[in-house]
């Protein structure tokens, strides 16, 4: 099941992606004589228990209930597909081909940084930065949606509380990022950082650690990885971060860039106004943002 909220006049709603036409979350919800609720955070709040039970009848229920189609997706304005995050947790230097091309030593532990909602804008929108950013730079991510609180969970049972993977580029303002030891300001200018435009549900993934990673600017490839180079797997990331936070349902977690970001490239690729950044991941989707 792919899962994406849309606006809906100055609304937004919650909707699943079906055969490029979006439906209405709600709607489904009510067919399916579920509690119906409007946003897809709150549908994870309250099912997200049942995520792959839903996504198993959603093709019947979009059969029997017509009237809950809301248009073909190229006609429906897509935001994030979880527009309210509580958290936006990332994790830096998870594969070893980009921790070599940062010359930095292999981590011990996951290394964890944040950002804001603020920061984050969906798959119709521009990519901002430029006008306080000379340096400009992409990162190809796959992202995980929490779909169940999440609070000391083995690694083994840890993929039990994922909803489902999305594209996420993590754009960072270099110049800002290295002015400090801290990360922050390279990683939260505001609306810098697409993602979706769908989380994809794990029963329509298959394995998250066998997934293959592109990141091509104006149709250039740039990134090329599989997520089984990860050195943290989803799964580990997961069950460390909820070992001193509790994780939410609609919580994003980012999961770290491969090698080929433009800081390290000689000589180094900046994003510009006009360029068009596209991350595709493997049976989860492809992202595709212009630079403002």
């Known amino acids: 099941m792919r899962m994406v909220s849309y606006r809906d006049g100055s609304d937004t709603r919650g909707g699943v992606l079906l055969d490029d036409a979006v439906f209405d979350l709600e709607g489904l919800l009510k067919a399916a004589g579920a509690l119906p609720v409007s946003s897809v955070r709150d549908f994870l709040s309250l099912h ?6 839903f996504s198993i009848s959603v093709a019947g229920l979009v059969e029997r209930n017509p009237s809950t189609r809301v248009g073909p997706r190229t006609e429906v304005r897509l935001t994030t597909p979880v527009p309210d995050p509580a958290k936006v947790l990332c994790v830096g ?3 070893q081909d980009h921790v070599a091309e940062t010359g930095r030593a292999l981590p011990e532990y996951p290394d964890v940084f944040v950002k804001f909602a603020t920061t984050l804008v969906g798959p119709e929108d521009g990519i901002q930065g430029a006008d306080v950013s ?5 990162e190809g991510e796959v992202a995980a949606v929490i779909g169940r609180a999440a609070r ?7 993929l039990g509380y994922v909803a489902g993977l999305a594209p996420l580029n993590d754009i960072s303002a270099r110049d800002l990022q290295y002015r400090g030891t801290q990360w922050t300001a390279g990683k939260t200018v505001d609306r810098s950082t697409p993602w ?3 989380f994809v549900t794990l029963d329509e993934i298959g394995d998250p650690q066998a997934l293959e990673l592109v990141t091509r600017v104006n149709g250039v490839e740039m990134q090329h990885s599989n997520t089984r180079h990860q050195i943290f797997p989803i799964a580990r990331i997961v069950s460390y971060l909820s070992g001193f936070l509790t994780l939410e349902p609609g919580d994003v977690i980012a999961t770290g860039t491969p090698q080929g970001i433009g800081a390290k490239r000689t000589p180094p690729i900046w994003l510009k106004p006009g360029d068009t950044v596209e991350i595709d991941v493997e049976r989860v989707g492809v992202l595709s943002n212009q630079v403002a």
């Open 48 to 53: 997200g228990n049942e995520i792959e039970a």
């Open 93 to 95: 230097l998870n594969y």
């Open 134 to 138: 000379a340096n400009l730079d992409f």
């Open 152 to 158: 000391h969970v083995p690694e083994e049972d840890a």
């Open 196 to 198: 979706g435009p769908a």
